[in-house]
Structure formats: C-alpha cells, structure tokens
C-alpha cells in the first residue's frame, strides 16, 4: 500500500521514535533501580498467569464505578487487541499485494468484526472518559479537598493537561484507523464483518478512486505516524500504566495478607537510612506505584481520613511522586538525590499521621498500588530516623517498652479474670487452643466483657484451652504502625520465644478476640520465626456451633435486629467475611448490611495507631461517620469483632448522644447461654 519514499520517510521516523522511546523507558528503569530492596520475580509463571488474569478481567477495576468500569473493561480490550491490528497494518503497508490473514476465510472475518467492534469500544470509552474529566458533574470524583498537599504542575492542571494529550492521541490513532476502514469499505462493498465501518463508509460515497485511495493514505499516516510521535511521551504520562499496572502485579512482594509490612534489617551496619525520607528510600515496589497510578482517585474515595476531611489523599500521594519523578527524571535516573524530603513534597505531616492503615487504598487500586505502606514506610523514617512523631504517641511506646502494654499500666495483665477459674498454660500443659487475650482485654473495662464472655463460650463448649497470664505481652501492633520499628521487633522477638515454647508438641491453635493480635501474630511474626496457625474468635465459635457444641438451634426471645461492622484487620485484611456472619445468622439475628460493608467496610478510626492519638483535624471524627451509617440502618445492635472498634463506637454513641448499642458477637452468644458474666464496673 505505502509508496517507497512513505516507507523510507516511515522507517528513518520509527528509528527515532524507537531510540527515544528506549531512552526514556531506561530512564523509568534506572529510577525504579534506585529503590530499596528488589522486585519479585519467584514463581514467576504462576505471577505472570496471575498478572494476565487481572489485566484481561478488569477484576479490581470492576469494584467499584461500574459504568466508567465497564467502559475501561472495553478500552481496555480494544487496545490489548490493537497490539495485533497495528502488526497487521504494517505489513499491510509495507508488503505489496499483501492483506493480513488473507482476504477470505473465518479467522479474517473474525479479525474484521472484533477490529470494528472492539474500535467502537475504545472510541465510545475514551469520549466518556474526555467528558467526565472535564464535563460531567462526576467529574468532583477526579478532584481533590483544598487542604491537600498538590505538587505545583498538579495544582497548575497538569493531571487534565496529560488525560488530554493521552486521550488525544488514542482518539486519532483508533479515530484515524476507523476511518480509514470505512474508506476501504467505500472502495469496495458493504462488509458484515465491519458494520460500524460500513456504516461510516457512507460519508465517502460518491469520492473517485484516486480520492478514496489518498484518504486512506493519510488516514494510515495520522494512526500509525502518531504512535511514533506519542511513544517518546509514553514514559512521561499516565498512559504508562497500560504496561506498569501488570507490571507492578508481576513484582510485587508476595505477602501474606493485604497488609503485611516487610520487616528492615536493624542490624546490617551498612545501612544509613531506615524508613523512606527521599524517593530514593522507597522501595522499588513503592517507585513502580508512581509510573502504574492512573490517577482515578479510587483509593481516595474510601480512605477514612480523606471522606472525613483530614489532609490524606492516598491519590495526590501517588500523583505528587509521579511528579516530582516528572521533573526531574533524568537526573534521577543519573542517580542524583531528590532534592526534598517526601513530608512536605509529596506529603503534608498531619496527612502522614492520619492514615488508619485500614488498607482500604490497597484494596480497590485497580493498578495494585500500595499507598498505605508507602506512608507507614514514612513514618518509621519519622520516628528511626528523625525523632518526629505525635507527642501522644511517646506514652504508648513508653508502656509497651516499660509495662508490655501500650496503656502504660503496671496492673496485673490478669485482672480481667481475677473472679472467674480460666487456666493459664501452667495450669493446663495440654490444652488444645490458647487463648491470646491482647492488651484491650487485659487493660481496657469495657474489653474485658468480651474476654470474659468467650471463656464463658468455652467452657460451655468443653474447649481444652488456656491463657498465657502474665507471660503475654503486646504484639506491638501500634508500634509497628506509628513507625517504631525496632520497638516492634523487640516485642515480636519476646513473643515468639514465649509461644514457641508454649505451642510445641501437638497441634495447637491460637484464638483472639483481636484483629490486630490476629494479624501481627499470623500474618506478621513468621519473620521472626513465629509460626502459628491463628483464628479469630468468631471462627472458632462457627466451628463449635456446626460440631453441635453449642446450641446453634435454639433463638433468644426478643433477638434485636443487628448489623456487623467488618474490623478492617478481620475483613480486609485476612478475609474473614462470613464466620461472623455465619454466627450471627445462627444466633437467630435479624442482620442488617451497612452500605459500606465486608471487604468494603469503613474504618472505625483506631488502627495505624490512631487509638494512641488525637486524631487529625478534619470536618469529622472517622468513627462518628462510620458510627452515623450503623444507625441509619435502625439496628438495635452494632456488633463487632474488635475491642478497638468497640471502643471507638462507645465514645461515637456518647459523642452523638444516643443510637444503636455496641456489642460483640461473644456477648451476644454469652447472653445466649446465660446471665452475663460480669458488669463493666466490675
């Protein structure tokens, strides 16, 4: 088709457009290069097949916004198929007479009707796209509160300037190649196989041969020209994320729940920096994160801190890393440090103290960017490094050093039980589950009811089980999450020693009426040597009630109607979604969702050590909002699973003034089978 001079000129431009494209991607490279640690590449064809399953579902973009969803799903498709459109028309162009997989034959038409529809697709997906971005009303979803930290070029437009340029691009590029099919249906006869061509093909009709024959020329030109003048610019827009999203999937570390922190290397003397304070302190997951964002603002919607006005925004976090990588890419490429420290830069310091660590960025990212730990890694920099850090925060490492308890209380661990007969480990060598109590339950009055209940479960049930007593001490959850990180080794290292001489010999499992205890303990301490196999309460007692050991049948009179509130570290973070469920239905409760539920609960305010903390000032109290949605259901119960969320609703209620009583489900169970088991004043 293409002419000797338009094969030449074609050639001498792909030869350029390829030796900056490579320059500028080497660039990407070498920056991502830079970061701590290394990208994970083990197990590599399970990851690949992984990585191709969520890119050609669309699966995590799918979570949420189902129409702009849907429409991406179809862009997403269409230009994943472009890849062999593109392929075909070149060897269109440059061989004579040739026609990709020939002229006849199903495999043509099936190549034919995809190409129009999938064309289609990205042409209506893209127009939608241009128009939410800057027309329609929804378009608030792409913008951010005023009291968020923006980098300059962000705050100048540089985020609309890029979707244009990308959108642009695409639409001339598919537009083009569109056109150019109706021209070639113009030129012959309506085809079947292309039916929004032929129907394009209308606006040609009655041009001579020689004019359709130019047309499609041109058309050529401005679809595949534009790739060479667009490729150069790929590295420095957000269109990157067509080739980091799977990328990123590919390599990043394999953790063990959605939240798992790496654990830093305290003793390697080499080491000058612990936690990120630069760009180039972040790992080289965190940096891949900045090239696959693809600026939706997704995460943002569902982060705690952002919806109740505090200065987060896990999206302009990710955006301003991405810019201040823009730049200055080369020089960072050439190994030059970052000039500015992230807090400041990238991150306001109260939005750095405001994240709940709920997860909730992680879990809808669509590109599978980790925001959260980015922002935690910032805060051990905080604490380690620079002695910054909120002042509240001093009291609970002080206990957790001092008393083993970040209440800092010097009370006995065991007070919670001082009435009641529940065995400690050396009372019963041979038990078969140990009940792992947590601080909350140890320190906290309102806490201790939920201890004191699911003994009285066990008993009922005849569970083999005991307690450390005064041997168990704090995960060290919070520390972790505030940043203190060798704090939290001291502490884990502490644990493991003690339930590793506690735990060996038969089978034997560790129940908690915490999430963060279940967590740090089975998701966390195995890199400390620490393996146990860990349930949460509300587990154990689905499996007594379907083994018959508790009264599964029988119903309370006057059962209130109930909703659950799922605790960010059982639901999201280690998937324990129906157990509570499961329970409450067998309890006879009417259960009514909240809106925001399961995996897509919202956050009671408590973790990433904001318990331990004023909360940052924004135009709400996190666990009022979520406190507000329990009650606009008109439940007559908020059950829980967690003492921190517990404890939160508590002073929401007071807070507000009235609404639904907070429960956990162990009490619920408890009042099944008796009087309760003790008064808060007692």
Not at 185 to 206: E, L, N, Q, R
Not at 654 to 666: Q, R
Request: with cysteine; hydrophobic share 45%; net charge negative.
């Amino acid at each position: 088709m293409l002419t000797t001079v338009e094969k030449m000129v074609f050639l001498l431009l792909a030869l350029f457009a390829i030796g900056a494209t490579y320059a500028n991607l080497s660039e990407m490279a070498r920056i991502v290069a830079r970061g701590q640690g290394r990208l994970h590449l083990e197990r590599l064809p399970q990851r690949m097949i992984a990585a191709l399953g969520i890119y050609l579902t669309q699966r995590t973009t799918l979570k949420t916004r189902r129409l702009t969803s849907l429409l991406h799903l179809g862009v997403v498709w269409g230009f994943t198929f472009y890849f062999l459109i593109n392929f075909g028309d070149l060897l269109n162009g440059f061989i004579p007479n040739y026609t990709f997989l020939g002229e006849t034959g199903a495999l043509y038409d099936l190549y034919r009707l995809l190409g129009d529809l999938l064309t289609l697709a990205v042409l209506v997906g893209v127009v939608y796209f241009i128009l939410r971005r800057f027309v329609l009303p929804n378009r608030r979803e792409l913008t951010f509160h005023d009291n968020i930290l923006l980098h300059p070029n962000v705050k100048a437009g540089g985020i609309r300037a890029d979707s244009l340029v990308v959108a642009v691009f695409i639409l001339l590029h598919v537009g083009a190649r569109f056109l150019g099919e109706a021209v070639h249906v113009a030129a012959h006869d309506f085809d079947p196989f292309m039916p929004f061509a032929s129907m394009a093909a209308g606006v040609f009709t009655g041009m001579s041969a020689d004019g359709l024959q130019l047309l499609r020329h041109v058309f050529w030109w401005v679809a595949h020209g534009g790739i060479l003048l667009f490729a150069p610019y790929f590295a420095y827009s957000k269109h990157a994320h067509l080739f980091m999203a799977p990328l990123n999937y590919l390599t990043r570390p394999a953790r063990t729940s959605l939240g798992e922190m790496e654990k830093l290397d305290l003793e390697d003397e080499s080491r000058e920096q612990f936690g990120a304070n630069k760009l180039e302190d972040l790992t080289q997951t965190n940096l891949m994160d900045a090239f696959a964002c693809i600026m939706c603002n997704r995460c943002q919607e569902v982060c705690p801190a952002y919806v109740t006005g505090k200065e987060l925004s896990p999206s302009a976090y990710e955006i301003n890393k991405r810019f201040l990588i823009k730049e200055r890419m080369t020089d960072l490429a050439d190994g030059a440090p970052s000039p500015f420290p992230l807090i400041g830069s990238a991150i306001s310091e109260s939005a750095v103290w405001a994240c709940t660590s709920c997860g909730a960025c992680i879990d809808i990212c669509p590109v599978g960017n980790e925001p959260m730990l980015d922002i935690l890694d910032i805060r051990r920099d905080a604490v380690l490094m620079q002695a910054q850090f909120p002042a509240e925060l001093e009291t609970a490492f002080k206990g957790m050093e001092r008393q083993g308890n970040p209440w800092g209380s010097s009370e006995s661990r065991f007070r919670w039980a001082k009435d009641i007969a529940v065995p400690t480990v050396e009372d019963n060598p041979d038990f078969d589950v140990l009940y792992w109590v947590g601080c909350a339950a140890s320190y906290d009055p309102r806490a201790m009811l939920t201890a004191r209940a699911l003994v009285k479960v066990l008993e009922s049930a005849g569970v083999n089980y005991a307690v450390l007593g005064e041997q168990e001490t704090c995960t060290g959850d919070a520390a972790r999450r505030a940043g203190n990180e060798a704090l939290y080794q001291g502490m884990a290292d502490g644990n493991v020693e003690t339930l590793n001489a506690v735990m060996e010999g038969k089978e034997r499992r560790i129940v908690v009426t915490c999430p963060h205890c279940l967590h740090n303990l089975g998701k966390e301490y195995h890199q400390f040597g620490g393996s146990y196999a860990v349930v949460h309460h509300t587990e154990l007692i689905a499996e007594l009630i379907a083994a018959g050991k508790l009264p599964g049948s029988a119903r309370l009179d006057n059962l209130p109607n109930v909703t659950f509130h799922d605790p960010c570290y059982l639901g999201r973070h280690n998937d324990i979604i129906d157990a509570p469920r499961d329970v409450l239905t067998e309890l006879g409760a009417s259960l009514v969702e909240m809106p925001r539920n399961k995996k897509n609960s919202f956050c009671c305010g408590a973790g990433g050590a904001q318990f331990w903390k004023e909360e940052e000032h924004g135009t709400q109290a996190v666990s009022v909002n979520r406190y507000a949605e329990a009650a606009a259901t008109g439940a007559e119960v908020v059950a829980v699973g967690c003492p921190f969320c517990m404890q939160m609703f508590e002073t929401a209620k007071t807070t507000t003034g009235s609404g639904p009583e907070v429960k956990d489900i162990v009490e619920l169970i408890a009042e099944r089978i008796g009087e309760p088991v003790m008064t808060e004043e007692g």
